[in-house]
């Protein structure tokens, strides 16, 4: 009750000042209501470069509370949701925009270039807990190898003395979901190592999409085909997203598409030749991902193990269509803004400062991600990993590449939508602004003094009243979209 009083003072002292709460909400609306914006105090100049006069000055001081607010733009859901939807929103575009890449030219009779959805799956690390829609979660399996008495009712048991058999009904949301059978002989270090080399592997996998290529292509001209002509003729553009499993493993979703080259263009879009059909790239991508493979390192004097992709690999063809292309960019869109601890309970949603062992504060962990993370840290200690820098990545178990990646030419960038954002903000400033027209900013250069002088709001009062003003203003960006207000 303390507390609730406390928050309505902070919200009715901020709303007192009407002209106050103006700039104040005009500050968050700016952010694009950020649940945690960064608090900037200094000042900005604009000077001629030409004649050396100042054009114009800014200084937060005259800000309520002497900072600028500035959005976060943190990706994470769990984080920040306002700038995660914006992200999701431009990795939505970005998806998008490959997709409507392979449509035909509306002038053109050609069928344009083949696409496909393939999901790129980790191998097994040993039994884990699974929800199967109402089924039991693991059989008892018959026989008599590995089987020791348990009382009188002899199950099956590992050597550390542990069932193997669940027969449980588990429910998608059971924390028990994941977890191994038994922690003590799962390979965690090769879960780890797996996850901190999964972009390597990719890449690996590319090299050997090409490969593929060459070798399945038709022979043209009576000749084979070689990697370097293969190279010249077809172009593999993708677009990946890293999803996280619940047994703490990640997989790939990648929307890959084959397009033609231009060689007095190499950045022109052509469509893939007619012999490059969809079977092609879907033959060609099953091949390299039962080929390619990267070398561990070695971990407690074993043998050096080998990092390959999981035996279910899933390639399905995408039908070019505005359809079609909404559903699939939508699809992986919903997968950008995830963290590891969306799927695996326990997880910060970023590194922890240090060398936490508490993981950032979060202290009941379930016994398999604590085992995890203390895998995590035992391989960063060891010479053979170094390079690897593992205890930078205790909170992704061992997963060191970004969670959405694409090919150069596979369609827009993320900078390229921000400055298109930007472009169309000083558009409608200069619409608003009778006189702007009249100035020329040409040759001038900003300098900026800033510091960080702090992170979120001032007071909780302020962050709940900036959630109810962004959802005010999500409601009413809806309502326009149904065509509810005018």
């Keep these: 009750m303390m507390r609730t009083q406390t928050v309505l003072g902070q919200i009715l002292a901020r709303v007192a000042d009407d002209e106050q709460y103006r700039r104040w909400t005009g500050q968050v609306d700016r952010a694009g209501y950020c649940v945690r914006p960064v608090q900037l105090a200094g000042s900005a100049t604009t000077v001629n470069a030409v004649t050396g006069e100042v054009e114009a000055s800014y200084s937060s001081s005259g800000e ?32 998008a925009g490959g997709v409507s890449r392979a449509l035909p030219a ?21 039994r884990v807990h699974a929800a199967r829609d109402g089924g039991i979660c693991r059989a008892a399996r018959g026989g008599r190898e590995g089987a020791q008495a348990a009382g009188s009712r002899g199950k099956r048991v590992c050597e550390h003395g542990r069932p193997l058999s669940c027969l449980a009904r588990h429910t998608p949301g059971d924390g028990m979901v994941g977890a191994p059978l038994c922690t003590d002989c799962a390979d965690l270090a090769g879960l780890v190592l797996w996850n901190a080399h999964v972009g390597e592997l990719w890449r690996r996998t590319v090299i050997y999409a090409y490969r593929a290529l060459a070798a399945l292509a038709p022979a043209l001209g009576g000749q084979p085909v070689g990697v370097r002509q293969i190279r010249e003729l077809l172009r593999l553009s993708y677009v990946k997203v890293t999803e996280f499993q619940r047994r703490g493993v990640v997989h790939l979703h990648v929307l890959a598409r084959l397009d033609g080259v231009n060689p007095d263009d190499p950045d022109a879009l052509v469509p893939a030749p007619a012999w490059a059909g969809v079977e092609l790239l879907t033959a060609a991508l099953k091949q390299a991902g039962a080929r390619a493979s990267v070398p561990l390192p070695v971990v407690d004097g074993k043998t050096a193990a080998i990092a390959r992709w999981g035996s279910q690999l899933d390639v399905r063809p995408v039908r070019a269509s505005e359809v079609d292309g909404a559903r699939v960019a939508g699809y992986l869109a919903k997968y950008a803004t995830k963290t590891v601890s969306d799927s695996v309970s326990g997880l910060p949603a970023s590194r922890p400062r240090g060398d936490d062992p508490d993981m950032g504060g979060v202290r009941s962990v379930p016994v398999h991600v604590a085992a995890l993370t203390d895998a995590v840290r035992r391989l960063a200690r060891l010479a053979t990993c170094r390079t690897l820098r593992l205890a930078r990545h205790v909170h992704t178990l061992g997963f060191r590449g970004h969670v959405t990646s694409k090919s150069r030419r596979y369609s827009t960038t993320f900078a390229a939508l921000r400055e298109g954002r930007r472009a169309w903000r000083q558009a409608r400033a200069r619409e608003r602004d009778p006189w702007a027209h009249e100035r020329d900013d ?11 002088a702090g992170i979120g709001y001032r007071t909780l009062g302020d962050r709940v009243l900036a959630e109810v003003l962004g959802r005010e203003h999500r409601q009413a960006r ?9």
Excluded: M, N
């Design 442 to 452: 040409t040759g001038c250069v900003v300098v900026g003094d800033w510091r960080i």
């Design 106 to 126: 509306p002038d053109s009779d050609a069928a344009g270039s083949p696409l496909v959805l393939a999901t790129f799956t980790a191998p097994s690390f040993g």
């Design 478 to 486: 809806q309502a326009q979209r149904l065509g509810l207000t005018a």
């Design 64 to 95: 309520p509370g002497g900072v600028l607010l500035v959005a976060c733009k943190d990706r994470r859901e769990s984080v920040c949701p306002p700038c995660a939807a914006r992200y999701r929103s431009d990795a939505w575009h970005v998806f």
